[in-house]
């Protein structure tokens, strides 16, 4: 059964930083492309931050470009999202997910399988 977890979540000042981790338990996961997603209260979600299964490609939100990276590390089969310069437009619910393909997606529809979300709040 694929499960995603994530965890780092939690509350900071603006201009803060936080580290989000994503541990997969699924046997696939060094040949799977993986996302960050987020969803702020009355908003749709957005693709915040995408990386092919070897993390040698990636893609970036303008909103996020030059704040945040995502990585991977497919020995520990974790995904990564370091956020700096944290602003309180970036507060919402963060969601991890992974899709049984090489290459990521833009779109959220394509991911095949999702973590339970968590919460980061960047107070002003």
């Known amino acids: 059964q694929v499960q995603l977890v994530e965890s780092g979540g939690g509350l900071v000042q603006a201009g803060g930083s936080l580290r989000l981790s994503c541990a997969a338990s699924?046997?696939?996961?060094?040949?799977?492309?993986m996302g960050w997603f987020r969803q702020a209260p009355g908003k749709e979600r957005e693709t915040v931050a995408a990386?092919?299964?070897?993390?040698?490609?990636?893609y970036y939100a303008d909103s996020v470009k030059g704040r945040f990276t995502i990585s991977r590390d497919n020995a520990k089969n974790t995904v990564y999202l370091q956020m700096n310069s944290l602003k309180p437009e970036d507060t919402a619910a963060y969601y991890c997910?992974?899709?049984?393909?090489?290459?990521?997606?833009?779109?959220?529809?394509?991911?095949?399988?999702w973590g339970q979300g968590i919460q980061v709040t960047v107070s002003s």
């Open positions: 997910a992974g899709r049984f393909g090489r290459s990521y997606a833009y779109d959220a529809r394509s991911y095949d399988y």
């Open positions: 990386i092919n299964y070897s993390g040698g490609n990636t």
């Open positions: 699924v046997r696939t996961f060094s040949a799977n492309a």
